[in-house]
C-alpha cells in the first residue's frame, strides 16, 4: 500500500464508518505529524501507543559480528539503536 492508497483508504472509512468527511491534504498533514512526533519520542526513549494497532518503541541492539556476503569477509556490525514494533492483541487476533 502506498502513502496515497493509505490516505485515500482512512478519508473513505471515516466517510463510511464515522460519516465525516476530511479533505486529503488534513490526512496528509496528520500523517507526516505523526511521523515527526514518533521520531522525536522514540529519539527521547519514549514508547508511542498507537490503540488497536500496537506500541512503538525503541531498543538497542548489541554490537555482532557478521560477514560481507559479497567476499565473505568478517565484518564488526557496530551496536545501535533501532525501532521495535509490538502489536496489540486485537491486531494479533485479527490475524
Known amino acids: 500500500m ?3 492508497e493509505l490516505i485515500e483508504r482512512i ?4 466517510r463510511i464508518q464515522h460519516m465525516r468527511t476530511t479533505s486529503k491534504g488534513e490526512l496528509l498533514a496528520f500523517l507526516d505529524s505523526l511521523a515527526a512526533v514518533t521520531t522525536r519520542a522514540l ?3 519514549d514508547s508511542v501507543p498507537l490503540p488497536g494497532i500496537g506500541k512503538l ?3 538497542q541492539r548489541a ?3 557478521g560477514r560481507n556476503p559479497a567476499t565473505g569477509e568478517s565484518i564488526k556490525i557496530p551496536a545501535r539503536r533501532v525501532p521495535h514494533f ?3 492483541k486485537m491486531l494479533k ?3
Open 43 to 45: 529519539l527521547a526513549n
Open 86 to 88: 509490538s502489536p496489540s
Open 63 to 65: 554490537a555482532r559480528s
Open 93 to 95: 487476533g485479527a490475524l
Open 57 to 59: 518503541s525503541a531498543s
Open 2 to 4: 502506498t502513502k496515497t
Open 11 to 14: 478519508t473513505e472509512d471515516l
